[in-house]
């Protein structure tokens, strides 16, 4: 008996299968010339109307609307299908697929879509779809990171070999916790995370969320340290010291130097011994300290030193010198101060064309001189957040907030007595950028009796397709340590001798901002931003005896404008 029912459901399986093979070939003999709906593309109106349908075929037909489409209704006359649609309440386009049915074997030949366009009148419906994170970082030794879904739709989330996600689906809000393994590797891994909807009414449909796992650290087995990296001497100087501390055995080399000792095991001081410098301009060292012994997180030190030109040539005539520091920033700020709001609001003196109410910084050491800054166009309009200001900073040194093209620093001196043509001048200042949005590209003349005359080379760069010219480059590591060793500032030293043509009463500079670039290179500014943290703020300052952020080193020296005797 058993085994006669079997036999039975076989045959049953068997029919069925032949059944449905039956209507797939007749369905596929539908296809092609048998049956062809002739209609217009475009949507019946939002506010109802008809559409009408041509059906050719060889077969009597019916049609078949969906249910859900109850806004739709349709009527067949000869090779005629009539279809009516009512006004659509909505902002979106709606549609239904209506079915084309053989009368006879009641198998569907075709089917249609009918659109309605969308109520133009009608509040637009979005449905929120959203995720908290598209990028997470996370140390190597986590196994697990989460983001939040906020949708008022169904979604899913699909993420790359070797995570998983959980929930991978969802219908409305949700925390997805992405689990992984701990990161053994001495380099990042990422995991990149799908999260999308069906849904057409999101303004979003995908994100891709990143998480990136942090490289495993390599933890050294022995220390060995060598400081520092950078040594500055004078130029009489005959001798420096080069600490190492650790456990290790080690050796150092160096070319024109003594070391003493020139190897040792752990901690010890290496005597370096170099001949005075009595060239005119600076000479550097390099020494190299390794070691052979392998777990340490650093094998090899170089270090250099520097070696400060001797003071040779002719001799210097001061006219006006500056002293920039910080317990000389009152006396330099006498005449300097200028703020940038008052009672909350805009300055406007700040942002006026010209130097501003008589506003120097007074030559503080030596002479008669003045430094001032001047705009050359009112800022009111690019200066939204109202930083336009002149001002003495923390380190005693001259600063200008809002440098705009065009602008320019003003640097003078009045001799006692006129200066005949033929006399040799020399100028020496430090520019160094507090931040990356100080401009990059400036260039520095002299009035040679009514000429203005550049005083050093002059460059060429290209800044959005246009030609900038300069002769002062001021440069910004965004991705420096702020360290002497990878500084993010860099000193930018004027050192630079002009002999008139004319006889001049007073002597005068100008250092003028050539381009809006920022001086990592990255990008133009567009306007004078809100604070030194944010992307638009152009402020331009010199660099004084207390200035030594973001790693660049001090300057000792001072600013001056002098006669070369």
């Given amino acids: 008996m058993k085994r006669f029912l079997t036999l039975l459901s076989i045959f049953a399986l068997a029919v069925v299968s032949c059944e449905e093979n039956r209507e797939a070939q007749e369905q596929e003999a539908y296809a092609g010339d048998r049956t062809k709906v002739t209609m217009a593309t475009d949507p019946i109106p939002y506010g109802g109307g008809s559409l009408t349908a041509t059906v050719a075929s060889e077969l ?36 239904a697929s209506v079915a084309v049915i053989d009368t006879n074997d009641e198998i569907v030949m075709t089917r ?56 991978a689906s969802g219908n409305g809000d949700a925390t997805v916790i992405v689990s992984f393994p701990a990161n053994e590797k001495t380099e990042p891994v990422t995991y990149t995370v799908t999260v999308k909807t069906d849904d057409k009414n999101v303004e979003t449909a995908e994100y891709q969320v990143v998480v990136t796992q942090a490289a495993a650290e390599v933890k050294p087995t022995h220390t060995f340290v060598v400081s520092p990296l950078e040594i500055a001497v004078d130029a009489a100087a005959t001798t420096a010291a ?22 040792g095991e752990g901690a010890g001081t290496i005597n370096v011994g170099f001949p005075a410098n009595e060239k005119g301009e600076k000479v550097t060292y390099t020494v190299t300290v390794k070691t052979a012994v392998e777990g340490v997180a650093q094998a090899e030190y170089a270090v250099v030193i520097t070696q400060a030109a001797a003071q040779v040539g002719p001799e210097l005539e001061m006219l006006a010198q500056w002293h920039f520091k910080a317990e000389y920033a009152d006396v330099l700020g006498a005449h300097f101060a200028e703020a940038a709001k008052i009672d909350g609001a805009t300055n406007a003196a700040a942002c006026q064309v010209g130097f501003g109410e008589d506003l120097y910084c007074a030559a503080n050491e030596t002479g008669n001189g003045k430094i001032m800054f001047y705009n050359a166009t009112d800022k009111t309009e690019i200066n939204p957040k109202g930083r336009c200001k002149r001002g003495i900073g923390n380190s005693g040194e ?9 602008d320019y620093i003003w640097m003078e001196a009045t001799p006692t007595a006129p200066l005949a043509a033929g006399t040799t001048l020399n100028i020496w200042f430090t520019l160094r950028p507090n931040t990356k949005n100080t401009l990059k ?12 005359v550049p005083v050093g080379d002059v460059q060429t760069a290209s800044v959005n397709g246009v030609d900038v010219k300069y002769n002062i480059e001021l440069k910004f590591d965004p991705n420096g340590a702020g360290t002497p060793e990878s500084p993010t500032q ?35 500014v567009t306007y004078i931003g809100e604070s030194s943290g944010k992307d638009e703020n152009p402020v331009v300052r010199m660099a004084g005896e207390d200035s030594s952020g973001g790693g660049s080193t001090p300057v000792t020296h001072h600013t001056w404008i002098a006669i070369v005797k």
Wanted: aromatic share 10%.
């Fill in 112 to 167: 249609v879509e009918v659109r309605q366009a969308a109520n133009p009148n009608a509040e637009p419906v979005v449905h929120a779809f959203s995720v908290s994170d598209v990028a997470l970082e996370v140390p190597a030794e986590a196994t697990s990171a989460s983001f939040d879904v906020r949708a008022e739709v169904a979604w899913t989330a699909a993420v790359t070999d070797g995570a998983t996600v959980d929930p």
């Fill in 60 to 95: 009597p037909f019916t049609i078949s609307v969906p249910k859900t489409a109850t806004w739709l209704t349709a009527s067949v006359s000869g090779d005629q299908i009539t279809f009516t649609a009512t006004e659509n309440p909505t902002a979106v386009l709606r549609y």
């Fill in 490 to 524: 860099f000193n930018s030293y004027v050192d630079r001798n002009y002999t008139l043509t004319k006889s001049v009463d007073k002597v005068e500079y100008k250092v003028t901002c050539q381009s809006l670039m920022i001086s990592d290179g990255t990008k133009v």
């Fill in 242 to 263: 080069i600490a190492v501390e650790g456990d290790v055995a080690w050796t150092a080399a160096g070319e024109g130097v003594t070391l003493e000792p020139a190897a």
């Fill in 398 to 406: 001259p600063c200008w907030y809002g440098a705009w093209i065009g």
């Fill in 441 to 452: 590209y400036w260039l520095l003349e002299i009035n040679d009796g009514g000429t203005w």
